[in-house]
């Protein structure tokens, strides 16, 4: 099962932490996306990067913190002041031609 | 800005039934749509896309311009079509590779 990986599938986070949620990709996409999935509501997009060094805000992109060193790497920090993070986090990726986007399995956040 | 709404939260058919889950979108110039399925305990996976106008595991669906509309269609479900099924978006230009998404329909094909 190669492609995304994101790490942790699971995470509890408490009150006023901060937490990272990883996402590797070996696909060589040169675009990384984070989106959140709640019911009812789709799949909305934090952050999103086209290129290493350089990422830009999505539409729901308070609260979250990104960076993009490597390629490879795309990880999303979810910081207190997000207001309502528990949710299901999907990170995926695009290759320049776009034949679609390939994703990840996924992290689910609880704030307990 | 680009919206895509699926008006059917959630979908229920007979198996061999015809099936058709919704997707509207507004965008003033020439989107590119695609449909997203997620089975149960899966990925989410590219189901088709409209500009490659193929057909997969039975399903079509074609790009109404005049009626901005990308709608799934399948003349025969079957029960291992049960999933989420999203409709997406890509708006091109600077926003290009990014994919607006729909709030997604549950399908449910029962025996």
């Known amino acids: 099962d190669g492609g995304i990986t994101q790490s942790p599938k699971y995470l509890f986070r408490k009150e006023g932490q901060n937490v990272t949620l990883s996402c590797e990709q070996n696909?060589?996409?040169?675009?990384m996306y984070w989106y959140r999935q709640d019911p009812g509501q789709g799949l909305r997009l934090i952050y999103y990067s086209q290129i290493v060094n350089d990422f830009q805000k999505g539409d729901i992109a308070e609260g979250y913190s990104v960076s993009r060193e490597k390629k490879e790497s795309f990880p999303l920090t979810v910081t207190s002041a997000q207001k309502n993070p528990t949710a299901f986090y999907l990170c995926?990726?695009?290759?320049?031609?776009?034949?679609?986007?390939?994703f990840g399995s996924g992290t689910r956040l609880t704030v307990v | 800005a680009q919206r895509v709404t699926q008006p059917e939260k959630l979908l229920s058919v007979f198996k061999g039934a015809p099936v058709e889950l919704k997707c509207n979108y507004s965008y003033s110039g020439s989107p590119e749509l695609f449909w997203y399925v997620q089975y149960s305990r899966q990925r989410l996976q590219l189901l088709l896309r409209?500009?490659s106008r193929e057909s997969i595991k039975g399903f079509t669906a074609d790009l109404n311009k005049g009626e901005t509309s990308f709608h799934l269609k399948k003349p025969f479900a079957q029960e291992e079509d049960s999933a989420m099924y999203y409709c997406?978006?890509?708006?091109?230009?600077?926003?290009?590779?990014?994919?607006?998404f729909g709030q997604g329909t549950i399908l449910t094909v029962h025996p």
């Open positions: 409209h500009i």
């Open positions: 997406a978006l890509n708006a091109g230009g600077t926003s290009y590779g990014k994919l607006t």
């Open positions: 696909l060589n996409h040169d675009a």
């Open positions: 995926a990726t695009s290759n320049r031609g776009l034949n679609g986007y390939t």
